[in-house]
């Protein structure tokens, strides 16, 4: 049984149709990427499981329930949790207050702060250390670890995560990439939307490949790294 899977879904903006058709599925534990160019509907698809973009065919289901009609805080507290690209930290706020907010869903509060001690400054010392500075004070990178460790906070049964190396250097990439490895390790199922597609292979064991909106390919990472197409195409190797 799948955690998360999404059948024949078609949607797009204002009239505008983005993705088509589109079916894949992530089971409990796994770390599965979505790859392509841009525009090919990647954050769509996303923003779709979401509850941010409305499906106009299609079903998504979580833990085999039927949820592209609840609204998008309904889908947080079913265990789904979306990082976008944009980093949307509260800037003048600092990180431990930023990290608070991500568990709002959540009314005990000695399980939120034991949640900080025990998962989140385990796994992200950094922020430890930076707790008291203003989050706009924060590195790319640092900012990156701060919106990971926040939906952590929501503790998700899924995470959803949004062009993880946009923008950072490849040690900054490299880092989360690591710190990623060791959650899935630990039980955290992701589904990755990443340009980066070398990124993207390394990181998760099944990549879906998107094209224009539509699933061209999949398999087990370690096979696309080595499939003509995707070299040449993705990864820029003849």
Same mark, same amino acid.
């Given at each position: 049984? +799948?955690?998360?899977?999404? %059948?024949?879904? !078609?949607?797009?903006?204002?009239?505008?149709?983005?993705?088509?058709?589109?079916?894949?599925?992530?089971?409990?534990?796994?770390?599965?990427?979505?790859?392509?160019? &841009?525009?090919?509907?990647?954050? *769509?698809?996303? @923003?779709?499981?979401?509850?941010?973009? @409305?499906?106009?065919?299609?079903?998504?289901?979580?833990?085999? &329930?039927?949820?592209?009609?609840?609204? *998008?805080? %309904?889908?947080?507290?079913?265990?789904?949790?979306?990082?976008?690209?944009? @980093?949307?930290?509260?800037?003048?706020?600092?990180?431990?207050? =930023?990290?608070?907010?991500?568990?709002? !869903?959540?009314?005990?509060?000695?399980?939120?702060?034991?949640?900080?001690?025990? *998962?989140?400054?385990? =796994?992200? $010392?950094?922020?430890?250390?930076?707790?008291?500075?203003?989050?706009?004070?924060?590195?790319?990178?640092?900012?990156? #670890?701060?919106?990971?460790?926040?939906?952590? #906070?929501?503790?998700?049964?899924?995470?959803?995560?949004?062009? /993880?190396? /946009?923008?950072?250097? $490849?040690?900054?990439?490299?880092?989360?990439?690591?710190?990623?490895?060791? /959650?899935?390790?630990?039980?955290?199922?992701?589904?990755?939307?990443?340009? =980066?597609?070398?990124?993207?292979?390394?990181? !998760?064991?099944?990549?879906?490949?998107?094209? =224009?909106?539509?699933?061209? #390919?999949?398999? #087990? +990472?370690?096979?696309? +790294?080595?499939? $003509?197409?995707?070299? %040449?195409?993705?990864?820029?190797?003849?």
């Amino acid at each position: 049984m +799948s955690l998360l899977r999404v %059948e024949k879904l !078609s949607t797009g903006y204002a009239g505008i149709q983005a993705l088509w058709d589109v079916s894949l599925k992530v089971d409990k534990g796994e770390c599965v990427a979505l790859v392509g160019a &841009n525009s090919a509907g990647k954050t *769509t698809l996303l @923003k779709t499981i979401a509850g941010l973009v @409305k499906p106009w065919k299609g079903e998504i289901y979580f833990e085999e &329930n039927p949820i592209s009609k609840l609204e *998008t805080f %309904e889908v947080v507290k079913s265990g789904i949790v979306y990082i976008s690209e944009e @980093k949307t930290l509260f800037p003048y706020l600092t990180v431990r207050d =930023n990290l608070i907010l991500g568990a709002y !869903s959540i009314e005990d509060r000695a399980k939120i702060i034991s949640s900080l001690d025990s *998962t989140i400054f385990k =796994n992200f $010392p950094k922020l430890k250390e930076r707790q008291g500075q203003l989050a706009g004070k924060l590195s790319g990178g640092e900012q990156q #670890m701060c919106s990971i460790a926040r939906a952590l #906070m929501a503790q998700p049964h899924i995470l959803l995560i949004d062009e /993880l190396s /946009l923008g950072l250097a $490849p040690v900054v990439v490299d880092t989360l990439v690591e710190i990623l490895k060791e /959650l899935n390790k630990q039980g955290l199922t992701i589904l990755l939307v990443e340009q =980066n597609t070398e990124v993207a292979l390394e990181l !998760s064991s099944r990549t879906y490949v998107l094209e =224009n909106g539509r699933i061209v #390919m999949e398999g #087990m +990472s370690s096979e696309l +790294s080595n499939n $003509p197409y995707v070299k %040449e195409a993705y990864l820029g190797i003849k």
